[in-house]
């Protein structure tokens, strides 16, 4: 399999949770002649599980360490196609070969004038006002200078059970990092990425829990000289009911 080029970190600092193995959340399964191909979601990124018929697993395909798998598809003798996405290369699907595990970029995959060769993704974990650890994806130029004069654009929503899954940076992204700015996306309780209980968490009369995310998200980007409070703005949406 080749993916991007561009660099991929798990941040090992005060505040990160780089095993995240034991907070999934199944988003999708696709049973085929001898196996069950499972979907998870672990805090925004996805992972494969597979499964032989008596319930023992199989090695999962490879995948990016930050990316998202949103669909599968059962194709000929128990392959499956699965559509992946990442912050750094544009959306593709690949297919599982059932016999060996191993899976290869089909034809159908997209393309952009817009590259990232030059950029790297760290996954960061901020600690929120009551210890919860909230993660945080960061998209940067390499050799970014930690500084605190970066220009940072934090993105986050919080509701409604919607997880902010990688995608495909695009071009205004392309544009902010050339600029010198970073771009950083929380995945702030309310959302889906670690489930329902995730959800919960954040909903209604405990939606103070969100406000609280993204503030420790926006200290983090501070305290690691990411940026400073003058050169930091906050993006994101609200709904009345969430």
Same mark, same amino acid.
């Given at each position: 399999?080749?993916? +991007?080029?561009?660099?991929?970190?798990?941040?090992?600092?005060?505040?990160?949770?780089?095993?995240?193995?034991?907070?999934?959340?199944?988003?999708?399964?696709?049973?085929?002649?001898?196996?069950?191909?499972?979907?998870?979601?672990?805090?925004?990124? /996805?992972?494969?599980?597979?499964?032989?018929?008596?319930?023992?697993?199989?090695?999962?395909?490879?995948?990016?360490?930050? /990316?998202?798998?949103?669909?599968?598809?059962?194709?000929?003798?128990?392959?499956?196609?699965?559509?992946? /996405?990442?912050?750094?290369?544009?959306?593709?699907?690949?297919?599982?070969?059932?016999?060996?595990?191993?899976?290869?970029?089909? #034809?159908?995959?997209?393309? /952009?004038?817009?590259?990232?060769?030059?950029?790297?993704?760290?996954?960061?974990?901020?600690?929120?006002?009551?210890?919860?650890?909230?993660?945080?994806?960061?998209?940067?130029?390499?050799? #970014?200078?930690?500084?605190?004069?970066?220009?940072?654009?934090?993105?986050?929503?919080?509701?409604?059970?919607?997880?902010?899954?990688?995608?495909?940076?695009? +071009?205004?992204?392309?544009?902010?990092?050339?600029?010198?700015?970073?771009?950083?996306?929380?995945?702030?309780?309310?959302?889906?990425?670690?489930?329902?209980?995730?959800?919960?968490?954040?909903?209604?009369?405990?939606?103070?829990?969100?406000?609280?995310?993204?503030?420790?998200?926006?200290?983090?980007?501070?305290?690691?000289?990411?940026?400073?409070?003058?050169?930091?703005?906050? +993006?994101?949406?609200?709904?009345?009911?969430?």
């Amino acid at each position: 399999m080749e993916f +991007s080029k561009a660099k991929v970190f798990v941040a090992q600092s005060s505040g990160t949770g780089a095993d995240e193995s034991g907070r999934t959340s199944i988003e999708d399964f696709e049973p085929t002649p001898g196996r069950l191909y499972v979907i998870d979601i672990i805090g925004g990124p /996805s992972r494969i599980r597979v499964f032989d018929e008596r319930g023992r697993s199989l090695p999962g395909p490879s995948l990016p360490p930050i /990316s998202a798998v949103d669909q599968l598809v059962p194709v000929g003798r128990g392959d499956v196609l699965f559509y992946i /996405s990442t912050y750094l290369e544009p959306s593709a699907w690949y297919r599982v070969d059932a016999a060996t595990g191993n899976s290869t970029r089909t #034809a159908l995959f997209e393309t /952009s004038p817009t590259k990232f060769n030059d950029a790297e993704v760290v996954r960061s974990f901020a600690i929120s006002k009551d210890g919860t650890r909230v993660p945080l994806n960061i998209i940067r130029r390499k050799g #970014a200078r930690l500084d605190g004069t970066n220009p940072v654009l934090l993105t986050g929503y919080g509701g409604y059970g919607i997880s902010l899954k990688p995608s495909f940076a695009g +071009s205004q992204t392309r544009v902010w990092l050339d600029q010198g700015g970073v771009s950083a996306t929380a995945n702030l309780r309310g959302g889906g990425e670690y489930g329902e209980e995730w959800h919960q968490q954040g909903n209604l009369t405990r939606k103070q829990y969100v406000f609280d995310d993204i503030i420790a998200c926006a200290q983090y980007l501070v305290d690691q000289k990411y940026s400073s409070p003058a050169h930091l703005a906050i +993006s994101g949406g609200a709904m009345a009911d969430c």
